[in-house]
């Protein structure tokens, strides 16, 4: 049976594909800033009382299953999530590279609701690192 999630008069059970990228769809989610933004992330969406079920980072993109509660737009918990995140990463990463303000990631995102198999949706989310080294492997192989 599916387990629902409760508010003061709500049942729910409210999840969401959503997938966004950094501003030029630039590289930059590679080392440092990858495992110092996922924790700041999940943060971000416990302080609107939304959780993250499943999420991967890959180099040029961010997929994640979102479980958001209705009393909250789905739009307005994500902009929170990459406004915060975008000046986390201007405060702690500008001086290194070439962000500027707190233009890190691009404007908009892609998201799409899970019904009720959202098994289906949480593995393609979870092989996402796997595609994106098979490109990278395939680049090698390009070059020579």
Known sequence: MQEYQSLNHTKWDC???VV????YRKKTLYGTIKKQLVPVIRELARQKECEI???RMVADHVHMVISIPPKYAVAQVIGFIKGKSAIWVARMCCRKRNFTGQNFW???CCISTIGLDDETVREYVRRQEEGDK???QLKIFDEE
């Open 20 to 23: 966004w990228i950094p501003k």
């Open 106 to 108: 691009a404007r908009g």
């Open 53 to 55: 079920v499943e999420g």
């Open 134 to 136: 098979k490109l990278d």
């Open 15 to 17: 999840k969401y594909h």
